[in-house]
């Protein structure tokens, strides 16, 4: 009993020490965003999914959306294929979807062909695609400075974009660079669309025809299309042949198998282009690796026609950027993306690109949105649904316990300071945050607790209505209780843990109370009920079985106190059921 | 409370009780009957299955004025061609379903709403659900589940026998498929959160089941070392006296449960909290039944085929039919055997409690007249 009290004290002390004296709340209870991301499994990559892989992706998400500025967040792993990405209130959730979801998965794949964005490939489209440039920066070093006298910035090797006013930048004699689409920001039809015959007959392949047929099919220029072919793409596997619209819709595409990864990027900035109009633009910059892979690709693609020279810049299955290479190799290792970026998502790209491709890609599997409004609604709801549990139970125990329901009472305080404290102090320290299901948890705790009582409490009314005095009863009531107490609690602490480490989501935060709850009513039934009833055994109220102590041996219709009535009666004399 | 107390005193005695055990055919047959009409009606009917397992948007708008039906044709426009469940929730506000609608498809139709109503997008609450994440969370159950069978099976064979692991294990499926017929009949949706009420059923039902096993082991200690009682009746006996606890016990997990259910159900309208709480509801019910009038039943049954139950139950009979021709059957003859049982400290425990189970169950025995 000592015991409990001292431990009461250091977690109630150490509650207030650690300055949090509430527990954390969960997104659904104080509001907030709450995702949870499944990994997918990508063709090609069967065993991609392990520790290593998704731990790289949280890291990764959790440095994204904290790029976003977001305090408090919280990303973990959840069984072994699911993310949850808890974000507080007062964050902008679409921003934040679309940072956690994008998986940032970059390919840069050379183009087979490439029509409008139509079903019929007549139509050219009006709209300028977004294009992207870019530059041998390491070998070009020289040319790079010699462009700068020239007037042209340090992206004086890029290509301009189309939406680009500025005079072209194709014939710069220094820069073995690529050129990007180098139409001028009116031209209404960009280059891609005047190609439309390689589409029909695609470069030898059986495959491929299959792959011509659906192109044929394929409709840009609807969201619903374009997220299909996204989705479709990004599945995909790298070295194989995939379709793509581009991220307006204007322009599609057959692309060969990927080159370069994104993850042979080594870091990304969002740059704001003022010297050739390009506006917000995302430079790329590669590691060694990827230098030689973009060399290679870019040294191939150059020599051959247009569109073929071209190589895609795909995000996520969906074409950002299509440059052209005119000049031979790039061997630089530096490459930007233009077109059409704000400021906004030139950021949010860069941000993605340098923050890493994701290992692994995601699909949100369910994302809840919970009004701070709502999550205080559900609290009380589930504060009020306690409270009137609790009532019933202290009134049906004491009915029917009278004063011993004053034990159970007093038990079941201390089982719910003890709850609260520890669920106190494991939010900071495990990062456990309650949430609906629970408080549901705790609820229905009660129930397990006021259990373990009633078990003894009637093993030691079995053994007064055998005739013995109340101090007798309760210690010999107590062994036999307790193993009712402890092999029920562990099946109880059984089932719970199996659900904490098999399942997810909601149902592990419910079992984790529960299994809690179960672990700290061994805790009070064994170092705090018991001695309580020996210390009370003592008292005459209790010791001589006041007709309010609940433990009146008449009212319990005890037999008379013989101990020994083997041949008078055949009293139950050791009578032990559990 | 003193009628009950002396209720709980008589049955602890032996001198009520209701025979659990010799019944046990009506009971197996109203158990199965049960179970047949919720295996039907799970086969006809099927489950009502949430939005968390088809995948879809769920809207929660705070209080407004705007009538559902408005709503409903809002977000019938916006999601177009998606189905539209709008409920209206006790406190005002309105929950809007839409089924099979896309994580991606829900963002204009969120914005819509919002115009409608006239509030800003943050207030309302948005669950989007991807149509694989209910499946995840059953699958991920239903392998917590067999896990959790496997692991209570060898613990309770452990700590107690293989007879009353079988008899537990049936009792806990008698439990869950009485839970999931339930809401096949009446239709209940189901959500993650009945998922996570029929998985606490797990460990309730089998607290209570354990608590009489417990009492039944201990009863049945040194059953082989006398002739008076067969198991059955040991068991019937020990039941009986566990009684008042089992009843206690599931009262006051229902309280709560039912105080969840209210709350949830009468001041939220709907929600975690109704749906755990109205699977516990059910289940906790089903597990008080099953553990009494079930799970024993079931162990007698087993036991009674072990070879050395038999030979008991074979003695017992004897030793009645030679009881009832002494005529005369003064105490002595019956009390003769037990001493040295009673010496082996917790040996007869049911044994001499059993006083009128042999009248109540055989019609014959030994008269009872002198015990009291």
Redesign the interface.
């Known amino acids: 009993m000592a015991v409990i009290l001292i431990a009461i004290a250091a977690l109630t002390g150490g509650m207030f020490i650690s300055g949090h004296t509430t527990p954390r709340l969960g997104i ?1 209870l104080a509001g907030g965003t709450s995702f ?1 991301l ?1 990994a997918k499994n990508q063709p090609g990559k069967p065993n991609a999914i392990n520790t290593d892989n998704m731990n790289t992706a949280v890291g990764i998400i959790e440095r994204r959306v904290n790029g976003l500025g977001v305090t408090e967040s919280e990303v973990q792993t959840q ?1 072994d294929k ?1 993310i949850i990405v808890n974000i507080p209130k007062g964050t902008n ?2 921003q934040a979807r679309q940072q956690v979801g994008t998986t940032a998965q970059l390919y840069f794949r050379p183009v087979t062909t490439t029509t409008s964005g139509q079903k019929t490939p007549d139509q050219p489209s009006s709209t300028p695609s977004p294009s992207a440039s870019a530059s041998g920066k390491g070998q070009d070093k020289g040319d790079d400075k010699g462009g700068k006298p020239s007037g042209t910035p340090s992206a004086s090797s890029s290509a301009s974009s189309s939406s680009s006013a500025s005079p072209s930048t194709q014939g710069r004699a220094l820069s073995k660079g690529l050129r990007a689409d180098e139409k001028p920001s009116g031209s209404p039809s960009p280059s891609k669309t005047p190609k439309p015959d390689p589409s029909k007959s695609p470069s030898g392949s059986s495959g491929q025809e299959e792959l011509a047929k659906q192109f044929a099919k394929l409709d840009c220029t609807t969201k619903s299309g374009r ?1 299909a072919a996204a989705e479709k793409a990004a599945n995909a596997k790298p070295t194989d042949p995939v379709l793509a619209c581009s991220e307006k819709g204007d322009s599609k595409f057959v692309l060969g198998p990927s080159e370069v990864e994104g993850t042979d990027v080594d870091d990304a900035s969002a740059v704001f282009e003022s010297q050739n109009g390009a506006g917000w633009i995302v430079q790329l910059d590669f590691n060694g690796k990827g230098s030689k892979k973009f060399a290679k690709t870019t040294g191939e693609l150059t020599t051959k026609q247009s569109p073929q020279n071209r190589f895609a810049i795909v995000l996520d299955g969906e074409v950002v950027s299509d440059p052209e290479v005119t000049q031979g190799a790039i061997t630089g290792g530096r490459a930007t993306i233009s077109g059409g970026f704000t400021q906004q998502s030139s950021e949010d790209l860069a941000n993605v690109l340098s923050y890493g491709a994701l290992p692994l890609s995601f ?9 701070a ?2 999550g205080g ?2 609290l009380d ?2 504060m ?3 409270a ?3 009532a ?2 202290v009134i ?2 004491v ?2 316990y ?1 004063g011993l329901a004053l034990v159970a009472m007093a038990s079941l305080g201390v089982s719910a300071v003890l709850t609260y404290t520890i669920m106190v102090l494991l939010g900071p320290g495990i990062g456990f945050a309650l949430n ?2 629970a408080v ?2 705790a ?2 705790a ?3 607790t ?2 373990s009582f ?2 003894y409490f ?1 093993r030691i ?2 053994e007064i ?1 055998e005739g013995r005095s109340l101090r007798p009863a309760v210690e010999r009531g107590w062994p ?1 209780a307790r ?2 107490i402890l ?2 609690d ?7 843990a ?2 904490y ?7 592990q935060g ?2 984790f109370t ?1 299994g809690l709850t ?1 672990l700290l009513d061994v805790a009070v039934v064994f170092l705090f009920t018991k001695p309580l009833m020996t210390i009370l055994a003592r008292r005459p109220f209790f010791g001589n079985g006041h007709s309010w102590s ?1 433990l ?1 041996p008449k ?5 008379p106190p013989l101990r020994r009535r ?2 008078a ?10 | ?2 009628r ?3 209720l ?3 049955l ?2 032996g001198e009520v009780g209701y025979d659990f055990v010799g019944k046990r055919k009506i009971w197996y047959g109203i158990s199965i009957l049960i179970t047949i009409t919720a295996i039907v009606g799970l086969a006809v009917r099927g489950l009502n299955m949430g939005i ?1 397992f088809s995948g879809g948007a769920v809207f ?1 708008t ?1 209080n407004t004025k705007v009538s559902s039906a408005d709503v409903r044709q809002t977000a019938e426009e916006a999601a177009d061609g998606h189905t539209v469940v709008v409920q209206e929730l006790g ?1 005002g506000g309105m929950r809007i379903q839409i089924s099979e609608l896309g ?2 498809e829900a ?1 204009p139709v969120q914005e819509e709403l919002a115009k409608e109503l006239g509030v800003e997008t ?9 149509p ?2 209910g499946e ?2 059953a699958s ?2 239903w ?2 589940l067999a ?2 069978m496997v ?2 099976v060898i ?2 064979a452990i ?1 107690f026998e293989w007879r009353m692991a079988l008899a537990a294990l049936i009792a806990l499926i008698h439990d869950l498929t009485i839970t999931v017929g339930v809401y096949a009949l009446v239709g209940f949706e189901v959500t ?2 009945t ?2 009420g029929l ?2 059923i ?3 039902s ?2 209570d089941t ?2 009489v096993f ?2 039944l ?3 049945s200690k040194d059953i082989t070392k006398q002739t008076r009682f067969t198991y059955s009746e040991i068991a019937n006996r ?1 039941l009986n ?2 009684l ?2 089992s009843i ?2 599931t ?10 259910l ?3 159900g009468g ?2 309208g709907a ?3 109704n749906d ?2 109205l699977a ?1 509801f059910v289940g906790l019910a089903a597990g008080a039944y099953s553990s009494i009038f079930i799970a024993t039943p079931l162990v007698a049954d087993l036991k009674e085929r072990d070879p050395r139950m038999k030979s008991l139950a074979k003695r017992v009979k004897a030793k009645r039919a030679a009881a009832a021709k002494a005529e005369a059957a003064d ?1 002595a003859s019956e ?1 003769d055997d ?2 040295a049982l ?1 010496d082996a ?6 044994v ?2 059993q ?1 009128r189970q042999p009248s109540r169950n055989r019609g014959r025995g030994r008269p009872s007249g002198k ?2």
């Open positions: 659904d949870t499944e069984g699911h959730a679409k997220a699909d949100i599997a369910d994302e809840t949105t919970v009004s409004a709502l609604e559900q709801a589930g009020i649904a306690g009137i549990g609790l019933l139970v049906y125990l009915v029917y009278r609906l299901p549901c948890g609820i229905v009660i129930g397990i006021a259990d009633i078990v009637e009314r079995d209505r036999r193993r009712t092999v029920s562990f099946v109880s602490f059984l089932a719970a199996v659900l480490i098999v399942t997810v989501g909601k149902v419910f079992a529960l179960t609940g009146d009212r319990l219709g005890a037999t083997r041949s009666a055949p009293g139950p004399a050791d009578t032990k059921e559990a | 409370m003193s009950l107390g002396t709980g005193a008589r602890y005695r968390e929660t705070p406190r994580t991606k963002l943050s207030k309302i609450d948005t669950q989007l659900v991807g694989s994440w995840q969370i991920k159950a392998q917590g896990i959790f692991l209570v613990y309770l700590a993650p959160g998922v996570i998985l606490t797990l460990g309730y089998l607290y354990v608590v417990d009492g082991k201990e009863a020990s006296s566990t008042v606890r206690n016990t009262v006051v997990a229902l309280l709560p449960v039912g105080a969840l209210f709350i949830g001041l939220l929600g975690m909290l755990i709480s516990l105490s009390e037990t001493p009673e400290a917790a040996a007869p425990a049911g001499v409690g006083r015990r009291r």
